[in-house]
């Protein structure tokens, strides 16, 4: 039986099973399956490699394993990320088009991905296009503020910038946040304040009130604090300078509203595992994490927790990268003691490897 039939077999006999114990090594065993094979119905993700080995790799960093993978296979990685990278600055998502370089530029979620791929691999960033990568996400950035997955032209029609939200705007302050380039970080504030609801939560984009939801008001939190941050320092103390105090106790309410066991997305929605890290690492980064009742979410992750490892939306869902990797860095932001790395809410990897990540910078900056 090949890889491939084998990752299929095992998740149709999958039978969601509510867990009560942290299966720390069957977690292991699935993101390190899922860095060989994905079962067939991941097909459509094949555009989006680096973000699945994203979720894969940062779960085995947070868990502590990548030292078990051989000199041989890390190289293997850091070169096919290698390979991603666009001559016109940023990476792509996948190598699987044969598409020529100039016609296929980078892509900022892509960027994001696999930056903190060759952190968490350890990778020497020398190879990296600074200069590049700077114009690059420059020319992501709109007259509004926002950012587009891709280069802006003059000559592109508004329609196509419907993806300019607030995830875009995260994944270029982390970018901005590690090489320090010049970008119109005013502007960018002020969108996402602009992207504020009267309730506390922050929408996708200014205006589209029913869209508050946990994800985007991480990635306007986590921006906000980034954009504010030392870029020599991770230290997340006084950032919110910017804020009015109300503005954040009022965030921190909203926040702290979504938990009904685990943490619901919005208001009037079920339980979903994913927003157990985008809610739990906003209440981080404001600095109140002892207002989450970690145990009662602790509770609900492990019950969507297969037996053969990683986690599903919910108890009665089948494991996907996605929702696996989220509720690891959930649990490691909370319960420590359960045997995971620390992690960085901002940057959303291990410790560690925001440290590396910051030094790599540094390093090759003087290069420059």
């Known amino acids: ?28 065993a699935y993101f390190t399956r899922c860095l060989k094979a994905l079962p067939s119905q991941a097909e459509g993700q094949d555009g989006n490699r680096i973000t699945i080995a994203f979720f894969c790799l940062s779960a085995l960093d947070l868990l502590g394993q990548l030292h078990t993978f051989s000199e041989e296979q890390r190289k293997g ?21 044969d598409i020529p370089d100039e016609n296929q530029p980078g892509h900022l979620p892509s960027t994001y991905t696999a930056l903190m791929c060759l952190g968490i691999l350890r990778a020497p960033l020398d190879r990296l296009d600074v200069v590049a990568l700077g114009k690059f996400l420059r020319s992501c950035q709109a007259a509004d503020g926002s950012f587009s997955p891709t280069p802006i032209h003059d ?26 380039v010049n970008i119109d970080i005013s502007s960018a504030q002020r969108l996402i304040h602009r992207c504020r609801t009267w309730e506390g939560g922050y929408a996708s984009k200014p205006g589209v009130i029913e869209s508050q ?12 604090s980034l954009f504010s941050s030392n870029s020599e320092s991770i230290d997340i103390e006084g950032v919110y300078e910017e804020m009015k105090m109300v503005e954040q106790e009022a965030t921190l309410r909203w926040a702290l509203q979504r938990q009904i066991g685990g943490f619901q997305g919005r208001p009037g929605k079920l339980e979903d595992v994913c927003y157990s890290f985008w809610i739990g690492a906003t209440i981080h980064i404001l600095g109140h994490p002892q207002l989450i009742d970690s145990l009662s979410d602790l509770s609900f992750l492990l019950s969507a927790q297969s037996p053969l490892g990683g986690f599903g939306k919910d108890p009665e869902a089948y494991p996907d990268p996605y929702h696996s990797y989220l509720a690891l860095a959930a649990i490691s932001l909370s319960h420590p003691d359960l045997g995971l790395l620390s992690l960085d809410p901002r940057l959303n990897v291990s410790n560690d490897t925001a440290d590396y990540l910051m030094k790599e910078m540094k390093r090759i900056r003087t290069k420059i």
């Open 77 to 97: 990685w850091i070169e096919w990320i290698w390979r991603l990278q666009s001559s016109s600055g940023g990476f792509r998502g996948s190598t699987c088009m």
């Open 213 to 224: 939801e946990g994800g985007t008001t991480y990635c306007a939190i986590a921006s906000l």
């Open 1 to 28: 039986m090949s890889e491939q039939s084998e990752v299929d077999e095992m998740e149709q006999e999958h039978v969601p099973a509510k867990q009560k114990t942290f299966k720390k090594n069957a977690h292991i």
């Open 155 to 180: 000559d592109s029609p508004l329609t196509s910038r419907f993806e300019n939200d607030l995830r875009m705007t995260y994944c270029a302050s982390v970018i901005q946040y590690l090489i320090n």
